[in-house]
């Protein structure tokens, strides 16, 4: 079965400029996951899907990050414009149950982001 | 607000004794608790996971306890090895299914 697929793996970008990730979560997972890694941190949700709706999105920075999940398979997640701060690694994840409840996560590598 | 704290950020043990991680947190009431392990540059990988209503899980050598009152998960690894060092996070979730909340995560270094 393959796993969580995330690309790019690594990106690099000066302040301001644009960046987007993209993740194809397993076959038949309904439920994605974006999280933010800082370096020493635990990873911070981003944003939740069930489909392609979005469950939650509290915690997006929602003037500079946008996310969708067309057709509720793959899924994009994109900044603009980046700060210092947002220098972090991207995790995708996907859950094989509805809502997300009591599952495992499977996560992808991660897309590692440097802002200079 | 919600806090969820992994009891030290490193801990060093010999090969072959067993390594306990801590896992508190506040204000949060988990339906379930999830441990995984990250190694560097590799997204987490699940290991164990345990419900409220129950007292203890094992895996292989892995042992995992969950005590609401005290409102603390401890995570277990007998017979350390080498290949055992790694990030181990905590995660909780609740009933409305909402996403995991993880922890700063403990790193776990076994030495031979």
């Known amino acids: 079965e393959a796993g969580v697929a995330q690309s790019p793996r690594y990106k690099i970008i000066e302040k301001r400029q644009s960046v987007a990730f993209w993740c194809n979560p397993i076959?038949?997972?309904?439920?994605l996951y974006w999280y933010q890694q800082i370096l020493g941190q635990g990873p911070k949700l981003l944003i939740q899907?069930?489909?392609?709706?979005?469950?939650?999105d509290s915690q997006l920075p929602k003037d500079r990050f946008s996310a969708e999940r067309l057709k509720g398979v793959d899924s994009t997640l994109k900044i603009q414009p980046a700060k210092l701060e947002d220098s972090a690694v991207y995790l995708c994840?996907?859950?094989?149950?509805?809502?997300?409840?009591?599952?495992?996560?499977?996560f992808g590598e991660g897309s590692r982001l440097t802002v200079l | 607000s919600q806090k969820i704290e992994q009891n030290s950020e490193a801990l060093n043990i010999q090969e072959g004794k067993t390594a306990t991680l801590t896992c508190n947190y506040t204000?949060?009431?988990?339906?379930?608790l999830q441990w995984y392990r990250q190694d560097p540059g590799r997204g987490p990988v699940f290991l164990l996971l345990?419900?409220?209503?129950?007292k203890e899980k094992r895996k292989e050598r892995l042992k995992v306890t969950f005590d609401t009152t005290l409102k603390q998960s401890l995570f277990h690894i007998t017979a350390s090895q080498p290949a055992d060092s790694a990030t181990y996070l905590c995660?909780?979730?609740?009933?409305?299914?909402?996403?995991?909340?993880f922890g700063k995560g403990t790193t776990l270094s076994v030495s031979s």
């Open positions: 345990i419900r409220e209503n129950e």
């Open positions: 995660a909780l979730g609740n009933q409305a299914g909402t996403a995991l909340i």
């Open positions: 204000n949060y009431s988990p339906a379930y």
């Open positions: 899907f069930q489909n392609n709706g979005v469950v939650d």
């Open positions: 076959s038949g997972h309904a439920t």
């Open positions: 994840a996907s859950s094989v149950l509805r809502g997300g409840n009591t599952g495992e996560l499977f």
